[in-house]
């Protein structure tokens, strides 16, 4: 079951660099101007569970396993879809808005693409 899907709609200038630094900053259409420039964004959904370690992140069919969950990911994920996606397989989270996953950061990321969390 999907507890959260979404298609990126707009990526900000300055989203690949953060990306390039194993960072995806998501952020629904709401995002306030001075942060889109960083962010993936994209349209929202209900959330319908809590994301948990030892779910999955699947983005364009590729899975990431989930390996550490910030405090606050849930909430802000339900509320403004804005958490960053870290690929560096850590077991606890640097920040309440950080969810670390297991794999390499994708190479291609655009409008259209696809982010499951399972």
Do not use: W
Request: charged share 20%.
């Amino acid at each position: 079951m999907s507890l959260y899907s979404v298609e990126i709609i707009k990526v900000g200038e300055c989203a690949f660099e953060a990306l390039e630094d194993n960072m995806l900053i998501l952020f629904n259409q709401s995002v306030p101007d001075d942060a889109a420039e960083y962010c993936f964004v994209h349209t929202h959904d209900q959330l319908k569970g809590d994301i948990a370690v030892g779910g999955e992140v699947v983005i364009d069919g590729n899975t990431y396993p989930i390996t550490a969950v910030g405090d606050g990911v849930n909430q802000n994920l339900g509320n403004l879809g804005h958490i960053t996606l870290r690929f560096d397989s850590s077991s606890e989270a640097d920040f309440v808005g950080s969810l670390h996953l297991a794999g390499i950061q994708p190479r291609s990321l655009g409008v259209g693409s696809t982010i499951r969390f399972i």
